[in-house]
């Protein structure tokens, strides 16, 4: 699927608002201006708690071979002692820091120095200089689009060294997996630490900050909108895509590697986390100029949660699949990989497609067809911070008529397949799918949240017209 622009705001309907009487309910999208209780106490469990967690996750399997309830039952018992896991954990090397800053620098010049050339000969892909959405304060930025050729351009190196150059072992992620780990929390709290000074005394756009006055909110969840080093770095689009997202495919393929080095062969299941996880990855960087509009770049500030996040939390959790089938290798029965197979096919195709409909009826302001019939929708209207009055459509049929985020659905059902694959002998593989419905869940009621304060009482229409969140009937 091509992902393309939706209309910007020069061709959108507008107009100054003279009489406006929702005006303090819209024109105030983004994130929170006030902390409640509920939210602070959560940002600072996960300040306190998600590197500790992540930790958890990773030792577990280095020292437990994967099973979570061993540490505790050691701990609890008085088997061993907190130092003793502890002393046990690879300490971060001059090695893994050299790997790690040769990656980061890899990406940036990926990222800043070579112009999407991809554009040029695959057709439907959109890259190179794209638009982003309206931003709050009425500022539209322009992206450069060139993932898809910093993905291809990083696994065409990664292949030519595992089966040519063998500069090094394509086993070095998962061997240095643990010193990794404190390379990647030192750039996250660095880049979250950075974000919030340049917030306050360098900003980008000053008018697209938000301060709250409560210093861990606005750690946690960012001040700056867009932050940006010149014309083009965006923290945001560079964070958010590498190095994580690119880094994703290769620790899979590092640990299907080590799966070979240790048993002399790899499994149908690492295979299977491996071809659906990777089409994931794959569809990320073939949409990144979609991906502008996407909640991470149209609502989300850049703190904490994006610039650790990107760093540690999604490298490291995401990848738990592939890491635990390093320590069990499971070998799948072919009915079991065939289902295993379809569910993760069906659940990318429902998200893909779901995506790909609001997509084109955005693109084209509603002239297009979905399902051979033209699209049924609802007139909306918001105001930016400025006064300047924008008219848009909330679609009603489709997988839209099905529910009201049918994408989180199927993404969820390519989650589940990917745990499916590990078999049912431990629950760490498992984290990933009680993870991703916790984030969807919680982003599916914050996004609406922010939608009833863009729409206001056209949102409520909306949601008359589509009552249900995520599966029709029941939620
Ligand atoms: P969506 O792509 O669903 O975008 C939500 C926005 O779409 C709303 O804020 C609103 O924006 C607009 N919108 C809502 N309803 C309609 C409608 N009926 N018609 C037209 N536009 C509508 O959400 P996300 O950005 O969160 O997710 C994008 C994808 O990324 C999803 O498929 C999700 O599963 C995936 N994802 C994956 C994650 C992961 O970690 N693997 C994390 C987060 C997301 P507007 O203001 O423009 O009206």
């Not at 005006?23 to 999208?29: E, V």
């Not at 949660?305 to 635990?324: E, H, I, K, M, N």
Request: proline share 4%; aromatic share 20%; net charge positive.
């Amino acid at each position: 699927m091509g992902a393309h622009q939706e209309k910007k705001p020069s061709e959108e309907r507008k107009h100054k608002s003279t009489q406006n009487d929702t005006r303090t309910s819209q024109g105030q999208w983004g994130r929170a201006w006030e902390v409640d209780w509920f939210s602070l106490a959560s940002i600072l469990f996960l300040l306190m708690f998600a590197p500790l967690i992540v930790y958890y996750f990773i030792m577990s399997c280095d020292q437990y071979q994967c099973s979570l309830i061993d540490p505790l039952i050691d701990l609890l018992t008085g088997n061993k002692h907190l130092s003793d896991i502890w002393n046990k954990t690879p300490t971060l090397t001059y090695k893994a820091a050299a790997i790690y800053a040769l990656w980061v620098a890899f990406q940036v010049v990926l990222y800043l120095f070579i112009p999407d050339f991809c554009h040029r000969f695959l057709p439907g892909y959109v890259g190179g200089v794209q638009e982003g959405a309206v931003t709050p304060a009425g500022v539209v930025n322009q992206y450069e689009i060139n993932g898809l050729q910093a993905w291809i351009i990083t696994h065409v190196l990664w292949f030519a060294n595992a089966y040519y150059f063998h500069w090094f072992s394509p086993t070095v992620i998962f061997d240095n997996w643990i010193p990794l780990l404190w390379c990647a929390n030192i750039l996250g709290y660095a880049v979250s630490t950075f974000a919030m000074i340049k917030g306050y005394f360098f900003p980008t756009n000053a008018k697209d900050c938000k301060f709250t006055g409560n210093f861990f909110y606005d750690y946690m969840m960012g001040i700056e909108f867009n932050p940006r080093i010149g014309k083009w770095f965006d923290f945001k689009l560079f964070f958010n895509g590498r190095p994580g997202i690119v880094a994703w495919t290769l620790i899979n393929l590092s640990y299907a590697a080590k799966q070979q080095e240790l048993y002399g062969q790899v499994t149908n299941s690492m295979i299977l986390v491996n071809v659906l996880q990777g089409i994931y990855v794959l569809d990320f960087f073939w949409n990144e100029a979609w991906y502008l509009k996407t909640i991470d770049i149209c609502h989300d500030h850049f703190g904490w949660y994006l610039g650790w996040g990107d760093c540690v939390w999604l490298p490291y959790l995401y990848t738990l699949q592939g890491l635990y089938l390093v320590y069990h290798p499971v070998q799948l029965g072919t009915a079991n990989a065939i289902g295993i197979l379809m569910l993760g096919l069906i659940g990318y195709y429902i998200f893909r497609m779901t995506n790909h409909q609001k997509d084109l009826f955005r693109r084209t302001n509603g002239n297009c067809k979905i399902w051979g019939k033209k699209p049924e929708y609802i007139e909306c209207s918001y105001m930016s911070v400025d006064g300047t009055k924008y008219y848009s459509k909330l679609m009603t049929s489709g997988f839209w008529g099905w529910a009201r985020h049918f994408n989180y659905t199927g993404d969820l059902m390519g989650s589940l397949a990917y745990c499916l694959a590990c078999g049912f002998e431990h629950i760490l593989p498992y984290f990933y799918i009680v993870y991703m419905t916790i984030l969807l869940t919680h982003r599916c009621i914050r996004d609406e949240h922010r939608c009833f304060s863009k729409y206001g009482k056209d949102w409520k229409r909306y949601t008359a017209a589509v009552p249900y969140r995520l599966i029709p009937g029941i939620f």
